[in-house]
């Protein structure tokens, strides 16, 4: 099945420190990344979806200077979470389709990010 | 507006029994309905979708899921649960012209040895 890859898995850092976490699609042209954020026990929260080539779709309330989405390529996304703060501590998740309104979205294993 | 409701939190079944997890949807035009399954610590595996077809869609490890479309339902179910689908499982659904899909809550599903 179509396999998407999140690295790094975990990150531990420095309040004030920027993160970047990247998503790439590994065995198909990903034309939609989705990026979500989920806190314990609940749902996924869509923070945006980005196509290849042009600016992130951001979701209400979420910061864009924030968290910087880049979707240079079909195959990688990237996530920046800029000057990263406590609040900011989550668990990230990427996902990635292929064109086609029938097409699921497959995920990335997520990446867990606490900030001190 | 799309939305979709997972109305129970947890669902404990014993091992061996029939499961049911429950999924009712929103949407304008016709739904294109998914279910996933979130281990811990893990991102979300895709189970089965429903496009188009027949109502009842099978997917990985044995699990079904029956579109009803006049209860605007997609429950998804399992003949005999085993300890290893004890998960997160989450309900989502994409309708209209919106390529984003909308997730359900999610519901915690214990199996019992």
């Known amino acids: 099945g179509a396999v998407v890859s999140q690295h790094p898995s975990r990150v531990i850092c420095k309040s004030g420190t920027s993160v970047k976490i990247e998503c790439r699609s590994l065995?198909?042209?990903?034309?939609?990344m989705f990026w979500y954020r989920q806190f314990p026990k609940k749902s996924l929260m869509l923070m945006a979806t980005?196509?290849?080539?042009?600016?992130?779709?951001?979701e209400q309330g979420v910061e864009k200077d924030k968290f910087l989405i880049n979707h240079a390529s079909l195959t990688l996304s990237t996530l920046t979470v800029t000057s990263a703060h406590p609040e900011d501590s989550s668990f990230y998740i990427c996902?990635?389709?292929?064109?086609?309104?029938?097409?699921?979205?497959?995920f990335g294993d997520g990446t867990r990010l606490s900030i001190l | 507006a799309q939305s979709v409701a997972q109305p129970e939190d947890q669902v404990n079944v014993a091992e061996g029994n029939p499961l049911t997890v429950k999924c009712t949807y929103s949407?304008?035009?016709?739904?294109?309905l998914f279910w996933y399954v979130q281990y811990p610590n893990r991102g979300l595996q895709f189970l089965l979708k429903?496009?188009?077809?027949?109502?009842l869609v099978k997917g990985s490890y044995g699990f079904e899921a029956e579109f009803n479309k006049s209860q605007t339902s997609f429950h998804l179910k399992k003949p005999s649960a085993l300890v290893s689908d004890s998960a997160l499982y989450f309900c989502?659904?994409?309708?209209?012209?919106?390529?984003?899909?909308?997730f359900g809550k999610g519901t915690r599903l214990h199996i019992l040895p």
């Open positions: 429903y496009i188009t077809g027949d109502n």
């Open positions: 989502a659904v994409r309708g209209g012209r919106d390529d984003k899909i909308i």
């Open positions: 949407v304008s035009g016709n739904p294109y």
């Open positions: 996902s990635a389709k292929g064109a086609g309104v029938d097409q699921p979205q497959h």
């Open positions: 980005s196509n290849e080539g042009s600016k992130a779709t951001y």
């Open positions: 065995d198909f042209q990903a034309t939609t």
